[in-house]
């Protein structure tokens, strides 16, 4: 027999699977992160590997509570201003946009990063890129294609040559 | 209360419990080996062992609410998601840090050898002497000599890899074929030898095997697969644990029992005996204690559970801890100083790279006060280096995001050298661990205090190594080297040692030459406890060869019909 109440609750999303988040942080993560690894000729980005998913994730529980505070504030400014700058949210612009955004980001992430003592708290978008970046390699797209993933070498060589290979995943 | 009887019994199901167990059974000794945790097979209790970087829900990351409950733990470098359930939280067993003591166990069949860093090197006869010649301690009862034998029998068993370097700061062993360097290694192994006469870096020694013998084929390991993972277990046996090695070996003598989830509350002493009897085990989950007998004792605990379970082990004659006449039981805790590091990289060789991942370093022996006391501190370090190229989490030339960066980072970046220190710490009477006056673990059992600090003899050390350090990367052409003192508290180093110290004089030492109680010779410590000082070597290959030993003159005093 069917309760009511599952009848009722049947178009209701339910609440998002991370408290800190919400629907549309996937899409928008996802789309952030494959301005600073896109798909490439051979190599799917970050996109492809659901970078998006994992940062929420990470963010959510392996972040320093000060690291969570900083990347919250840090990410909502960032809706917003995009939003008021560019009249509309991140996904929806053009990648020359897109582009300019995070290089404006990059440069004043540089800047910030100057004047900053050690126990203080890194840039929001140094804090993303560095989750996006370890998402991505750690990934099965990133460790099997971007890079060369060889879980059981069976031997070592020390000094091999080397021709413009792909870095090892491990 | 349930009695059974034993030939010996081993405390301690680790590094050197399992040795232990292996000499004793192979002599046809009936042995029961109690382990206070939960049981480990080899192959079918290593679920991490297989897992791609993807499948870890955090990438191998602990997460932060776990870190937060347990802060000691979560300092040391192996504790990842692969490898939590090997072991112990803060939280689950409690102790007392008068000063901070990182305190790393693991409470499982195996104990902390499916953990360890592999690393065995021997004591030079330099080592042996120090304590002696420099002041300190007291004299080794031993000299390299005594150990060599043992140091062979236990290497050509668990199967070694290196080099033979011939040197006498590092005496060569029972080695399988070495491990490479990789290029900027070398260069900087060149560079050190041309400018400093006293300094010989070789290629680590460590406890894999590269080519197995037969004695390893029998033991059911295969070859080294270069995975660089063992510490989740390794599915071939690539590396000596006593989980894949001396228990499933002892045990197929069928004079081995193995009691698991056996917490020992103390070592029985018979006052009218006037010798030990056994041992009083307390169930990890039940809370039933039951009494088991033997001839002889082996206590391989760990250093610092040893020290507890002998400090817990009151009798009439020994009220302050069994063997304690010494007054000395707990006391002279050393462990290798880790502070200082250096990172430094290096322009060149980028036409040089590397397949597969060598489970050890570049190991330069100690160079200083080897022949004579002529630094302004006591002792000295070994240094261990390696290098590799830095991957996707740098800066390129152009952009730093997009397609062109993308494609940068994919490939391997320059060459990033990682240098540390291992120091040798004094012994001292004030460096001790005690049992708490009134706090006690689940099951009754005294928490142990912890007090244990640097000195400034350890500062002089650090000081040095940074110095000479650098000073070395600088003359190998090295740049951007920046020096580091972790400022970590004792025993994040996972090298205690002492607190039962072997020495010639029952009235200055817990132990004889043998690993023998002075006091009660029907009880042996032959781990990290036994240790007078610490050499600057990584020790579980001391302490297994030194089990060896102690296991075989205890086998013969029994055939003698002296204990």
């Known amino acids: ?115 900053l003592q050690p126990e203080e708290v890194d840039h929001f978008y140094t804090l993303l890129k560095g989750t996006i970046l370890f998402g991505y390699f750690t990934s099965e797209i990133g460790a099997t294609k971007a890079l060369r993933y060889l879980p059981t070498p069976g031997e070592q060589h020390g000094d091999i040559p080397y021709n413009g290979e792909r870095a090892w995943a491990l | 209360m349930i009695e059974e009887n034993y030939d010996a019994i081993v405390i301690g199901s680790g590094m050197s419990g399992g040795w232990a167990a292996k000499e004793l059974c192979d002599n046809g000794l009936k042995t029961l080996v109690l382990e206070r945790g939960r049981d480990v097979k080899h192959l079918k209790d290593y679920p991490t062992a297989y897992k791609n970087p993807w499948d870890f829900p955090h990438r191998n990351t ?151 013998k037969e004695i390893h084929l029998a033991q059911g390991r295969g070859k080294c697969q270069a995975r660089n993972m063992c510490d989740r277990g390794c599915p071939f046996g690539g590396y000596y644990s006593s989980t894949s090695s001396t228990l499933p070996w002892a045990e197929k003598s069928g004079f081995m029992t193995l009691r698991t989830d056996a917490v020992v509350h103390s070592i029985m002493y018979d006052d009218a005996k006037e010798k030990v009897t056994g041992v009083r085990v307390i169930d990890r989950l039940t809370k039933e204690t039951t009494d088991y007998f033997a001839r002889v004792i082996f206590l391989n605990a760990a250093c610092l559970n040893s020290n507890l379970v002998l400090l817990n082990s009151k009798s009439e004659r020994f009220p302050n801890g069994l063997g304690n006449d010494s007054n000395t039981l707990g006391k002279y805790i050393a462990f290798h100083n880790y502070r200082g590091s250096m990172t430094a990289k290096y322009d060149g060789y980028q036409d040089s790279y ?55 980072i994919s490939r391997p970046g320059t060459w990033s050298i990682h240098m540390m220190m291992q120091g040798e710490t004094i012994p001292k009477e004030e460096n001790h661990v005690r049992l708490s006056p009134d706090q006690v673990d689940e099951w009754g059992i005294p928490q142990l205090v912890t007090s244990v600090g640097y000195d400034e003899n350890d500062e002089l050390v650090l000081q040095d190594f940074l110095e000479q350090g650098s000073e070395m990367l600088e003359k190998a052409g090295c740049r951007d080297i920046v020096t580091k003192d972790s400022g970590q508290a004792p025993g994040l180093d996972i090298h205690e040692m002492g607190g039962a110290r072997m020495g010639k004089d029952p009235k200055s030492s817990v132990l004889n030459k043998w690993s023998q109680m002075h006091d009660c010779p029907n009880v042996f410590v032959a781990d990290g406890a036994c240790m007078t000082s610490t050499g600057t070597q990584n020790p579980s290959l001391t302490f297994m060869a030194l089990t060896a030993r102690a296991a075989n003159h205890a086998i013969e005093e029994m055939e003698k019909g002296n204990l």
């Open chain 2, 62 to 212: 602990i997460p932060e609410s776990v870190q937060k409950e347990n802060p000691i733990v979560s300092r040391c470098y192996a504790f990842k998601e692969a490898t939590e359930h090997f072991f112990v939280k803060d939280t689950e067993h409690p102790y007392v840090q008068e000063k901070p003591f990182d305190w790393i166990r693991g409470y499982q069949v195996g104990g902390k050898s499916l953990l360890w860093a592999r690393q065995v090197q021997r004591w030079s006869k330099y080592d042996f002497e120090g304590p002696g010649r420099d002041g300190f301690a007291v004299d080794w009862p031993i000299r390299y000599d005594d150990l060599a034998p043992w140091y062979s029998h236990v290497e050509e068993f668990i199967g070694i890899s290196g080099n033979y370097d011939g040197l006498e700061t590092l005496p060569d062993g029972e080695f399988l074929p070495p491990w490479e360097m990789n290029a900027i290694e070398k260069h900087i192994r060149r560079s050190i030898k041309e400018n400093y006469s006293d300094r010989y870096p070789v290629i680590g020694r460590c406890a894999h095997l590269t080519e197995p």
């Open chain 1, 1 to 115: 027999m069917l309760l009511p109440g599952v009848l009722l609750t049947g178009c209701d999303p339910g609440p998002y699977k991370y408290e800190l988040f919400n629907w549309g942080d996937t899409e928008l993560l996802n789309e952030i992160a494959d301005v600073i690894l896109p798909d490439t000729p051979e190599v799917p980005g970050a996109k492809a590997a659901n970078v998006g998913d994992f940062i929420q994730l990470y963010v959510t529980d392996c972040y320093k509570p000060k690291q969570k505070t900083a990347f919250l504030k840090g990410y909502d400014d960032f809706k917003l201003t995009t939003t008021s700058i560019y009249n509309g949210d991140f996904t929806s612009l053009s990648s020359e946009k897109k582009n300019e955004i995070i290089d404006s980001l990059e440069k004043e992430s540089k800047e910030f990063k100057i004047n």
């Open chain 2, 354 to 408: 590397y397949f597969g991942r060598r489970p050890t370093a570049v190991m330069l022996p100690n160079f200083r006060n080897v022949f004579k006391q002529d630094m302004p501190f006591k002792r000295g370090y070994m240094v261990h280096y390696s290098a590799a190229r830095e991957n996707w989490g740098r800066d390129v030339a152009g952009d730093q995001f997009g397609a062109d960066y993308k494609e940068k």
